[in-house]
Each structure stands twice: as C-alpha cells, then as structure tokens.
C-alpha cells in the first residue's frame, strides 16, 4: 500500500495551555484546548486509558536498574519495550524514517501508544511535533514511519547543549555524600529559584525551565524528572487535574516509597524574598493531596505514593500541635538561621484546622494584623526587626509563613 498517512497525536499533556501555580487560598488555573485536523489526518486523541491500566499496585515500586529510559518503558511488555527502544533510537538521532520487516511490523496503536510515550515522557525530546506518517504493509501493520522534527537538528543539537550546560551546574553542586531525599529537595528548590512561572514559546518543555528560566507545569516537571533520572533517582510526570484544569506533576521514588511533588506549586511567586521556597507539596502521599489534585491524564499504570517519612513538615518537625509548640517553633527557627542571610522565612504547619485556627487569631489578631507574634520575638531577645513583619497564610494546607528581618547594625 503506497499511501500515506499522517498520525496526529493530541494527548493530555499537548491539551495544556497553561497551568498555574498556586497562590496562597487561591487556585489560579486555567487550560483550553483546540483540536484541528485536515482530511488526510486521522486524529488520536488520548486524555485517559483507564481500559489499559492494571490496578496501581501492579506496578514496580522500584526499578532496579540504572535509569536510561523514562518510567513508562519499565511497565510495557517486552515486545513493546523493543518497540520502544527502536523508537526512541530513531528520534533521539532525529531520524527521518523508521523501517520495519514484515511478518515482526508493529500494529498502529502500538505505534501510536509508544510515539506517545517518547513524546510526554522522555523530556529530552522536546523536539517532537506530536505527529507522524506512516506507510502499511498489506496486512495493515506499520512498514515505515516517518518522522516530523519542531527543529532542525544542528538547532536540537545546540539547544540541547545549552539544556546540559545548565542541567549539569545543578547537578554538580549536589553533595557526592548526599541522600536521594536530600537530592530531591535540591532539585525541587533549584528549579525554584531559578524559574519563573511565566508563559513562552517553550514553557512546556525542558529548554524554557533549564535555559530561558520561564516555565509552566510541564516544563517544571518535566525538567524535574530528568534532574532525577540523571541522578539516578525513579520519578515520573503525573497526568491530572485540579479541580476543572488539566496539571502536570510528579512521583519520585526515596527508599522504596513513592512520593508526590508539585515543583510548580511551591514556587511562590514572591520578588521581595528571591530565595523562599514553599513546601506544602513537597513529599505527600496519595491520600494528603487528593483534596485538591485528581490523577485522570495517565495513559500507563501508575504507583501508588503511599510515603510519609519525608513530607517537609513532619519530616522536619515543623508541625505545631498547640500554640505553646507554635511559639517554640517560631524561636527554634529564628535561632537555628542566626549568622545567615538578613531575611528569614520561618514556615510551620498547624496539625489541624483548630489549632491553625488558634494560631492564626493569636499570632496575628482577630483582625489579622500583628497580635502576640511581636511580643514573642522581642521578649526573646533576638535581634530581629518587629517594626515590619509580613507574613502568608494557608487556609487549605494549615501553613503559616512569617517573614522576618533583621535588625541593621
């Protein structure tokens, strides 16, 4: 059969136009979406695969192995992890055509199925357009498919270049003798501090969050994924929604248990304190962050994150169960900062809605200006400045964040 055809793949993840970081008691995201096809064009369009998908605990909560693909090849079967290698193979060299014998040809959905994965899943390949044609054998399985590239490649090749230039100077300032936890953490504040969620020609790919330092959802989480694949830690982009729009995060596997983080979530957005970083979707379970996160976009089976160890709060024992806690927390943070920067965030989180609520009414006042916390910091003789205090609340998540400075010598 000599005809053509030409494969447009619109899945989730190309359905984003945007997604948005969280403000603080505040949701501000939005998508839209726009599917077009000429005659010649068969359209595919994949939000969901729940027919395909084994229960979640199918799934390996490890890889044993050093990480060389993205975490949907571990759960294909071995003919489709062929399929996989051979596909991946050609686009990573940018080739035009992709060959098969007939008799072993691949079916078209599995083709499509795996051009899907390299396309979402392996964040190197932000140079594929989303689409491809192909040629049958008379039996209807694929003998050729051809190849369609965003860029030439001398500029991949560049663009890529300058994508390792940036990538590798976050990863070696990372300690030899660090943990993967403490890894992660790194990366997730890395991004942070050096991305601003904005829109842009490439804010959904790896080259606007390493190079161009604007990014949305997907190219946080897609270039936090590859920080840890290179330091040979599992993870995996999440498919979602939160509450009507579509989102994008992550699962990052840490001594055997999985875990959520939302990069995207906890970059705050804030100009007057640069380095701050925010921490309510650092490390939670499935269960912690189902009040405002659906998984409903992945089309392969997903772990389940069931780990509590390293969630931030908990992990660092910054969770106040009165206000007496509250108070020593505030005064342990201020004092373990002494001799650093001249700002300093002290974050906590209240370990539910009644004493958060207390928290908030006595820190603050009823008003929600500055009650008691001023009392607190100068009758402990520290030398920060009172006269000025700012400070976030989270309804959702309990948070308090409180923004000190000190006092100029």
């Given at each position: 059969?000599n005809?053509?055809?030409?494969v447009?793949?619109?899945s989730?993840?190309?359905?984003?136009?945007s997604?948005?970081?969280?403000?603080e008691?505040?949701?501000?995201?939005?998508?839209s979406?726009?599917?077009?096809?000429?005659?010649?064009?068969?359209?595919?369009?994949?939000?969901?695969s729940e027919?395909?998908?084994?229960?979640?605990?199918d799934?390996?909560?490890?890889?044993?192995?050093?990480?060389?693909?993205?975490?949907?090849?571990?759960?294909?079967d071995s003919?489709?992890?062929?399929?996989?290698?051979s596909?991946?193979?050609?686009?990573a060299?940018?080739?035009?055509?992709?060959?098969?014998?007939?008799?072993?040809?691949?079916?078209?959905?599995?083709?499509?199925y795996?051009?899907?994965?390299?396309?979402?899943?392996?964040?190197?390949f932000?140079n594929t357009?989303?689409?491809?044609s192909y040629?049958?054998?008379?039996?209807?399985?694929?003998?050729?498919i051809?190849f369609t590239?965003?860029?030439d490649?001398?500029?991949y090749?560049?663009?890529?270049?300058?994508?390792?230039?940036?990538?590798?100077?976050?990863?070696?300032?990372v300690?030899?003798?660090?943990?993967?936890?403490?890894?992660?953490?790194?990366?997730?504040?890395?991004l942070?501090?050096?991305?601003?969620?904005?829109?842009?020609?490439?804010?959904?790919n790896?080259y606007?969050?390493?190079v161009?330092?604007?990014?949305?959802?997907q190219?946080y989480?897609?270039?936090?994924?590859?920080?840890?694949?290179?330091?040979?830690?599992?993870?995996?982009?999440?498919?979602?929604?939160?509450?009507?729009?579509?989102?994008?995060w992550?699962?990052?596997?840490?001594d055997?248990?999985?875990?959520?983080?939302?990069?995207?979530?906890?970059?705050?957005?804030?100009?007057?304190?640069?380095?701050?970083?925010?921490?309510?979707?650092?490390?939670?379970?499935?269960?912690s962050?189902?009040?405002?996160?659906?998984e409903?976009?992945?089309?392969?089976?997903?772990p389940?994150?069931?780990?509590?160890?390293?969630?931030?709060y908990?992990?660092?024992?910054?969770?106040?169960?009165?206000?007496?806690s509250?108070?020593?927390l505030?005064?342990?943070?201020?004092?373990?900062?002494?001799?650093?920067?001249?700002?300093?965030?002290?974050?906590?989180?209240?370990?539910?809605?009644?004493?958060?609520?207390?928290?908030?009414?006595?820190?603050f006042?009823?008003?929600?200006?500055?009650?008691?916390?001023?009392?607190?910091?100068?009758?402990?003789?520290?030398?920060?400045?009172?006269?000025?205090?700012?400070?976030?609340?989270?309804?959702?998540?309990h948070?308090?964040?409180i923004?000190?400075?000190?006092?100029k010598?």
């Amino acid at each position: 059969m000599n005809r053509r055809n030409l494969v447009l793949i619109l899945s989730a993840v190309m359905l984003f136009s945007s997604c948005a970081a969280q403000q603080e008691n505040a949701d501000i995201i939005s998508a839209s979406s726009k599917d077009s096809a000429e005659e010649t064009q068969s359209i595919v369009t994949v939000a969901e695969s729940e027919d395909n998908a084994p229960e979640q605990d199918d799934s390996p909560s490890e890889i044993n192995e050093t990480v060389c693909y993205a975490y949907p090849y571990y759960v294909l079967d071995s003919a489709k992890q062929e399929l996989y290698r051979s596909m991946y193979a050609a686009v990573a060299d940018m080739s035009d055509e992709l060959e098969f014998r007939a008799g072993s040809a691949p079916t078209l959905e599995d083709v499509k199925y795996i051009y899907q994965l390299l396309h979402n899943d392996e964040p190197m390949f932000f140079n594929t357009s989303g689409h491809f044609s192909y040629k049958e054998y008379p039996d209807g399985t694929i003998r050729v498919i051809a190849f369609t590239y965003l860029y030439d490649k001398q500029t991949y090749l560049s663009r890529s270049a300058e994508i390792d230039t940036a990538m590798n100077e976050i990863l070696s300032a990372v300690d030899d003798n660090a943990s993967d936890a403490e890894k992660v953490k790194y990366f997730h504040d890395s991004l942070i501090k050096n991305c601003a969620y904005e829109r842009g020609e490439n804010c959904n790919n790896i080259y606007g969050a390493f190079v161009e330092h604007k990014a949305m959802c997907q190219g946080y989480s897609k270039a936090f994924s590859l920080l840890c694949s290179k330091a040979g830690i599992n993870s995996l982009t999440v498919l979602g929604s939160t509450g009507d729009t579509e989102h994008m995060w992550n699962k990052v596997c840490l001594d055997g248990d999985y875990y959520n983080v939302d990069v995207t979530w906890d970059d705050p957005e804030d100009e007057s304190y640069p380095d701050y970083v925010k921490y309510e979707f650092f490390c939670l379970d499935d269960e912690s962050l189902s009040d405002q996160h659906t998984e409903d976009g992945n089309y392969y089976p997903i772990p389940a994150a069931k780990g509590r160890k390293y969630y931030y709060y908990s992990y660092n024992d910054l969770i106040a169960d009165s206000y007496d806690s509250a108070k020593e927390l505030i005064l342990r943070c201020i004092d373990n900062d002494s001799g650093n920067d001249d700002k300093i965030c002290v974050q906590l989180q209240a370990s539910d809605e009644t004493v958060y609520d207390e928290l908030v009414t006595k820190l603050f006042g009823a008003d929600k200006g500055i009650g008691e916390l001023t009392r607190i910091i100068s009758d402990a003789g520290t030398d920060i400045d009172t006269s000025h205090i700012d400070y976030i609340i989270n309804n959702n998540r309990h948070t308090i964040k409180i923004f000190l400075n000190r006092k100029k010598a």
